[in-house]
């Protein structure tokens, strides 16, 4: 659920920091306001660049043909098993290996083979 919320800058500058808490929670934001006009945002970093991301992302013609394509591959069925990528790069066996995937990982890790 988005939270909006709009209030006057000069109220805004009186409260700054419960805002910059407020928009950390998922879908917060602030519209703020001049004489009654909406004139800037605020959301939480992540949310931001989120949406540049996306906008990136649906500006840029060649990656949207191949996220096309990928979507129609999907449709039809044109796709590998995950089971069979393990199989084919080795990581057959659960209890030797593990394969995690994380966007933007927090820390930086090296893999290797005992």
């Known amino acids: 659920m988005k939270t909006k919320t709009t209030l006057p800058i000069s109220e805004a500058r009186k ?5 910059a808490k407020e928009v950390q929670k998922p879908s917060n934001y602030y519209t703020l306001t001049e004489k009654g006009r909406p004139k800037a945002v605020i959301m939480s970093v ?3 660049e989120s949406i540049m991301e996306t906008m990136e992302i649906l500006s840029d013609p060649e990656l949207m043909k191949k996220i096309e394509k990928a979507e129609a591959e999907y449709k039809k069925g044109e ?13 057959h066996d659960k209890e030797k290996e ?4 994380r ?4 820390k930086k ?3 290797s083979r005992k």
Do not use: N, S
């Not at 409260?15 to 805002?19: L, S």
């Not at 796709?79 to 990581?91: A, C, N, P, R």
């Not at 593990?98 to 995937?101: E, G, W």
């Open 46 to 48: 992540e949310e931001f």
């Open 15 to 19: 409260k700054i920091f419960q805002i």
């Open 109 to 111: 890790y090296r893999a």
């Open 103 to 106: 966007e933007k990982p927090k």
């Open 79 to 91: 796709y590998i098993k995950w089971e069979d990528v393990k199989k084919e790069i080795g990581l």
């Open 98 to 101: 593990a394969l995690m995937v």
